[in-house]
């Protein structure tokens, strides 16, 4: 049972255009929601969340949307950069304590 | 301010063996988690200790156990170890306690294991 879904696995998006990176969940227990990003070799990085009252975050480049009714949440990059190129992670918590569910990832190309 | 910090970062074993992880969080931070990274899977919650107490706990099979010591280290085992359990294991570390939390988690770099 996947509570949180990354449907596209692989998104490749030139340099200075908008990466959109989606992920849909099923649990409406969720409270707040997470993007993590992941370079090889190195632990998943904490990007930006948003919390379920909300609609919108934004912190620099970044931006997450949320759509309570619709059970999804994307990821915006605006410009993206070629440092940009990783493994995209969306997370979720919410009523079990201090714990994650993930979606299986979208490995993002920025090409210069 | 050190990382989470995971030993060892690379291991081999065979089929039946066990293995330990450990998991040295950032100083001060008392709730350790461990995941499991497959590919094609994501990150996959195994547990979370507080304070030496395991708080929560995903669903893995008991061959998968773990603690947490009086000064937040954290080690994890997996006993008669398959050829599945070939994955990434990710320790990560957070300050807030439950209630608190907004979902933020430090991870280390993981320990990647390969069963054969």
């Known amino acids: 049972d996947q509570q949180v879904k990354q449907n596209s696995p692989s998104l490749s998006v030139q340099e200075g255009r908008i990466s959109i990176l989606n992920c849909d969940y099923t649990?409406?227990?969720?409270?707040?929601f997470l993007w993590y990003k992941k370079y090889p070799a190195e632990g998943p990085t904490f990007l930006i969340s948003i919390s379920s009252i909300k609609d919108k975050n934004e912190d620099g480049r970044f931006t997450v949307f949320l759509n309570k009714s619709a059970k999804h949440l994307s990821l915006h990059i605006v410009p993206s950069q070629p440092g940009d190129s990783a493994v995209y992670f969306c997370a979720a918590t919410g009523g079990e304590g201090n714990k994650l569910v993930f979606g299986a990832g979208t490995i993002l190309r920025v090409k210069s | 301010k050190a990382g989470v910090t995971q030993t060892p970062r690379y291991l081999i074993k065979t089929r039946g063996q066990q293995v330990t992880l450990s998991c040295s969080p950032i100083s001060g931070h008392r709730s350790v988690s461990w995941y499991q990274q497959t590919p094609g899977q994501g990150l996959q919650f195994l547990f979370e200790?507080?304070?030496?107490?395991?708080?929560n706990k995903g669903n893995f099979p008991g061959r998968f156990s773990g603690r947490q010591f009086s000064n937040s280290r954290s080690e994890m085992n997996v006993s008669t170890l398959e050829l599945g359990d070939s994955a990434l294991y990710l320790c990560?570390?957070?300050?807030?306690?439950?209630?608190?939390?907004?979902?933020?988690?430090?991870f280390g770099e993981g320990s990647r294991l390969t069963v054969l």
């Open positions: 649990n409406s227990m969720f409270d707040y």
């Open positions: 200790y507080f304070s030496e107490t395991q708080r």
């Open positions: 990560a570390s957070s300050l807030a306690l439950a209630g608190e939390w907004t979902g933020e988690l430090f």
